[in-house]
Nanobody, 119 residues
């Protein structure tokens, strides 16, 4: 059973970089041919796919966030990390990591991490 768990700061200030880590257990992030994504949901709004890192290490980003988003991984720790720069209060959301057999489809999710952006 694959399990994902998000971790990161409880509060981020405007203009700072939001950084979250997803720790995966029960399966390797290098296993063919899975994609490991970050998805967020602002209060009262729908889900927004932000980007993903593939089993190969290739990265994919939402066009609207590409200039401010970076996803990387640490295979020795079986973790992948999201960095979103220059955040504004509109970045306040529940941030979730997820695994998918194809890009944009997800079969396992983390519980989500609430990240407020406020001064």
């Amino acid at each position: 059973q694959v399990q994902l768990q998000e971790s990161g700061p409880g509060l981020v200030k405007p203009s700072q970089t939001l950084s979250l880590t997803c720790t995966v257990s029960g399966g390797s992030i290098t296993t063919n041919y899975y994609f490991w994504s970050w998805i967020r949901q602002p209060p009262g709004k729908g889900l927004e796919w932000m980007g993903a890192i593939a089993y190969s290490g290739s990265t994919y980003y939402s066009p609207s966030l590409k200039s401010r988003t970076s996803i990387s991984r640490d295979t020795s720790k079986n973790q992948f990390t999201l960095q979103l720069s220059s955040v504004t209060p509109e970045a306040t959301a529940v941030y979730s990591c997820a695994r998918g057999p194809v890009l944009g489809s997800h079969d396992y999710w983390g519980p989500g991490a609430q990240v407020p952006v406020s001064s």
